[in-house]
């Protein structure tokens, strides 16, 4: 179907001539600013705002307050189920609409501002589903119900899903329900409101205040560094501090912070245990992803030679690990490792044995 017959048929479905053109230029080049919708399509500048706002109101596109408005075409579920019912015009249109919905989008951008909460918890679910490697989430009980589901694959598939739910009168007697049993996915119960927070692969963040906030808004973050910043305050404030909702310590174990493998170990180490891991990180100087096993030959914080149990604010400066591969050793750093070797992503704790005694 051409684009001409396309754009009749959303006319038919009740959109002006500019509502559909800015709606089909939208679908075919992602979030865009208002003035760029106006130069790749027939709406004037003068009417651009007022046709996307009309968009908006029909629920075919969400409006996005950066710098200057911009505008993304809305998940098409309901549009499809519209068109469909209009007969077999409409349903070619469906057809061709949710193909090139699905369609990568052609830009990214740093940081969004969505005018809804649930906007942010939609966004969370696709990139759940997409994650590699890790999944960072502060949630209430109602919002992990929602993406229970996806977490859960997510996990399934090897990714590592750490959960902090906000405490609420009812949370054992739900919890027991949810079968928190697999070796990826771990819960803690935060006894202190907060946001919804989602930290994703080390490079996106999702965040929406809480039900106390005065205004409903969500943040989307597509950057390393900020969500670097969030990432330490889900760790330090929302992770560190709570225990474990079913405790597990059984090896292997999993971390997705350096830092909290080494508060974990550091004793051990000096007590003279092997420490055996894999590592699966970047490598520093070639970004190629890498996995390698050994024995930690070395771990280097402040005040190592004082205190064997560091605490988080003296791993928070500077924190490294040797590993032993039996063809070489390499040094392993953090996230944001710079003169390392390794930049580690997922420490798995594979054993843990002291000399004669057989491995933990």
């Known amino acids: ?32 600013p208002a003035v760029d919708v106006a130069k790749k399509s027939s ?53 061709e609409l949710e193909e090139r919905w699905e369609q990568p989008d052609l830009k990214d951008h740093r940081v969004g501002v969505v005018k809804h909460a649930e906007t942010v918890l939609e966004h969370v679910r696709t990139q759940v589903r997409e994650a590699d490697v890790a999944v960072e989430l502060a949630l209430t009980a109602d919002q992990f119900e929602s993406l229970r589901a996806d977490l859960q694959a997510a996990a399934d598939r090897d990714v590592i899903v750490h959960v902090a739910v906000y405490y609420e009168p009812d949370i054992a007697e739900r919890s027991a329900e949810w079968e928190l049993s697999g070796p990826n996915l771990e819960m803690r119960v935060v006894k202190i409101p907060g946001p919804f927070l989602a930290v994703l692969d080390r490079s996106r963040t999702y965040f929406a205040p809480n039900s106390r906030a005065e205004e409903n808004y969500g943040i989307l973050i597509h950057d390393n560094i900020l969500s670097f910043i969030n990432h330490w305050y ?17 090896l292997p174990k999993t971390y997705i912070s350096l830092k909290e493998f080494i508060r974990d170990v550091s004793a051990l180490y000096h007590a003279g245990a092997s420490i055996a891991v894999t590592i699966d990180g970047l490598d520093v100087e070639t970004r190629d992803f890498r996995t390698v096993t050994g024995t930690v030959t070395n771990v280097y ?47 798995t704790l594979e054993a843990i044995a002291f000399d004669g005694d057989a491995q933990l």
């Open 301 to 347: 914080y402040p005040d190592i030679f004082t205190n064997h149990t560091p605490s988080l604010e003296r791993l928070s400066t500077y924190s490294i690990v040797w590993l032993d591969t039996g063809s070489e050793e390499l040094s392993v750093g953090g996230w944001g490792a710079v003169f390392e070797d390794l930049e580690a992503q997922k420490i």
């Open 1 to 32: 179907m051409d684009r001409d017959t396309l754009k009749r048929a959303l006319e038919n479905a009740d959109l002006t001539g500019y509502e559909a053109d800015a709606y089909l230029t939208l679908v075919d080049h992602g979030r865009l």
């Open 43 to 95: 709406v004037p500048t003068s009417q651009v705002y007022e046709t996307l706002r009309s968009l908006e109101t029909k629920g075919f596109v969400e409006t996005i307050d950066q710098d200057r408005l911009h505008a993304e075409p809305s998940d098409p579920v309901d549009i499809l189920s519209h068109l469909r019912e209009r007969g077999n015009l409409f349903t070619d249109a469906a057809e």
């Open 234 to 250: 889900f760790q330090t404030c929302l992770w560190y501090s709570w225990e474990p909702l079913s405790s597990n310590q059984q």
